[in-house]
């Protein structure tokens, strides 16, 4: 299995974007999908995550700002992130619990790393 994030980059405090990841690959079924994020000199941590039934869960820091989703058809999630704060810098992670084929294994990826700097 490979994941593919994009759309990082630089913005402006207020500003915009919106992260993707696709998953490709030996894939039967996701379960829980989501997004962390490391800050230079800090832990990663959760931003948020988006189970099979459609559930989510944010971090407090980014709840009324950032949005999950997922496209099943495509493997993919996305985040949208909105009025974007300089502590929002950090390399953002996209991650997929799949069960994969042939044997149904339950499997964590995680991709490289996206970075989203916001600065004026």
């Known amino acids: 299995v490979q994941l593919q994030a994009c759309g990082g980059g630089l913005v402006q405090p207020g500003g915009s974007l919106r992260l993707s990841c696709a998953a490709s690959?030996?894939?039967?079924?996701?379960?829980?999908i989501g997004w962390y994020r490391q800050a230079p000199g800090k832990q990663r941590e959760l931003v948020a995550t988006i189970i099979s039934d459609g559930s989510t869960n944010y971090a407090d820091s980014v709840k009324g700002r950032f949005t999950i989703s997922r496209d099943n058809a495509k493997n993919t999630e996305y985040l949208q992130m909105n009025s974007l704060k300089p502590e929002d810098t950090a390399v953002y992670f996209c991650?997929?619990?799949?069960?994969?084929?042939?044997?149904?294994?339950?499997?964590?990826?995680w991709g490289k790393g996206t970075l989203v700097t916001v600065s004026s």
């Open positions: 991650y997929f619990n799949i069960v994969t084929t042939p044997y149904y294994n339950v499997v964590d990826y």
């Open positions: 690959g030996s894939i039967f079924s996701i379960n829980t």
